[in-house]
């Protein structure tokens, strides 16, 4: 199966979803990379899942990649009597460590570590951002509030400081336990959620070890401060917008995407713009148009990947939410604007010699009839690096492992697949140019361009580029 858009999808599986019948069909619909969400569902279903996502991609003959999403810290608040308190505007509110049911008046917060940070003035959001307190008196143990917007609250509802550095890592035990299943699976991609620093993600990365590739959920506005520096940890990136707008302003969301989007995209680093892409299909056959603009507008900035949650985890219409999401990506593609838009966002090319050589494949193909272009890797890199250029040829990234094949599902424009490792240049260009001929990609006698690091076999960066012409039959 060759998928004709560039951008990727990633679903969610979930209870609506998570069924080998419903797997197949959402891979058969445009699914690229099924995520997992650690934040529920239990290890022996997430196994299955992964699974079915297994037995997709061989019933498809295409590589579907697993993103494993760890839960990352939660606060949430203690209880309440009754289940629920009206918090009104103008009243006082206070915040402590008592475990006793909480009122209209007090609840507990059981986290030490957000006493610690906290200081007048300070807001705190609490379920969603729907109530905002002003911290007023404060220490180690309580905060005295003004509520600045109130609601009724219940039960355990999330806590949010907005701003603030939390001194905890992002690792909780519960995620060391979800990596170390995650990674017995084998799963392609982890994601890790509370992003607040670099070092969060060079500790996931320590302990991954190279099992899997790793992405940073960018959820916290600490985050956005320390952008650069988190990025040198990630193979990946996503933007969170769910949990990142809690904590900016409505209108400061987009700006923190493009930023997110345009710094990922100058480093050649895979980006998935994530949340509330088609949230009313979680209940309705059909998006709405802001939707739909907010999936094309994603689509035009150059994103790797758009990403359903809801939409597919639990949601009445998954498969469907996948069709409409491609349906959009490709209309987007056939635009004539979309190729100047999208380079709009392109970074300056590295002046290294993989870099210019990548940067030469893509002019040498814009400045002839080139059909295809041919990336063999071993960890990946040239891919990534060809795919950085956004090349409007159908990219096909050859390599012999396929934990790398299932990797670069995830990335803008390749068709990853199988393929033995060269054993010379007869051998290079034979093979990539009949395999683009198989799959439909090069026309017979169509020109592919080769890209390819030697010694064959050996991690490192690009150093040959080769024209060679497809079989003069598709058979051959």
């Not at 650069?228 to 990142?244: E, F, H, N, P, T």
């Not at 209309?331 to 290294?352: I, T």
């Amino acid at each position: 199966m060759i998928r004709t858009r560039r951008a990727r999808i990633v679903a969610t599986l979930g209870p609506a979803s998570q069924a080998p019948d419903r797997v197949l069909a959402l891979a058969k619909a445009g699914v690229d990379v099924f995520r997992l969400n650690f934040s529920h569902g239990e290890h022996e279903e997430h196994a299955a899942a992964l699974e079915a996502v297994r037995a997709a991609e061989a019933a498809i003959e295409r590589p579907l990649a697993v993103l494993a999403d760890l839960q990352g810290p939660k606060f949430r608040l203690g209880d309440f009597t009754g289940g629920t308190a009206a918090i009104e505007p103008g009243q006082a509110f206070r915040l402590d460590l008592d475990p006793a049911p909480g009122d209209c008046d007090r609840v507990c917060l059981p986290h030490p570590e957000l006493f610690a940070v906290l200081s007048a003035g300070a807001e705190l959001l609490l379920d969603d951002g729907r109530v905002r307190l002003k911290v007023g008196d404060c220490g180690a143990g309580h905060a005295a509030t003004v509520v600045i917007q109130g609601q009724d609250l219940s039960d355990h509802k999330g806590v949010a400081f907005p701003g603030a550095v939390i001194p905890l890592p992002a690792l909780t035990p519960k995620d060391h336990d979800d990596l170390a299943f995650a990674l017995r699976i084998g799963v392609d991609w982890v994601a890790l959620s509370f992003v607040q620093r670099a070092s969060d993600m060079a500790e996931l990365r320590r302990l991954v070890h190279g099992r899997a590739a790793v992405l940073a959920k960018i959820e916290k506005p600490a985050a956005l401060g320390d952008l650069s520096a988190i990025l040198d940890q990630c193979d990946g990136v996503m933007v969170a917008r769910g949990d990142l707008g809690v904590e900016l302003e409505p209108e400061e969301v987009p700006v923190a995407q493009k930023t997110i989007v345009r710094a990922a995209r100058n480093r050649g680093l895979p980006v998935i713009i994530a949340t509330q892409m088609l949230e009313s299909m979680t209940a309705s056959p059909s998006p709405t148009r802001a939707e739909a603009s907010d999936v094309a507008n994603a689509v035009y900035e150059g994103a790797d990947a758009l990403m359903l949650s809801a939409e597919t985890a639990v949601g009445t219409y998954p498969i469907e939410a996948v069709a409409m999401m491609s349906k959009i990506i490709e209309r987007v593609e056939r635009d004539p604007n979309w190729p100047h838009l999208m380079d709009a966002e392109h970074g300056r090319v590295e002046d290294e010699d993989a870099d210019a050589l990548v940067a030469a494949a893509r002019r040498a193909a814009e400045s002839g009839s080139t059909a295809c272009l041919a990336a063999f890797t071993t960890t990946g890199v040239t891919a990534m690096r060809l795919a950085r250029e956004r090349p409007l040829q159908p990219v096909l990234a050859l390599t012999a492992d396929i934990r790398v094949a299932r990797r670069l599902a995830l990335v803008w424009g390749l068709e990853p697949r199988l393929a033995e490792q060269p054993k010379g240049l007869d051998h290079l260009t034979k093979g990539a140019a009949s395999l683009a001929a198989e799959l439909g990609l090069a026309p017979p006698n169509g020109r592919v361009l080769i890209l390819a690091g030697t010694p064959f076999g050996s991690p490192g960066a690009a150093n040959l580029l080769r024209l060679a012409h497809a079989p003069p039959s598709s058979r051959a």
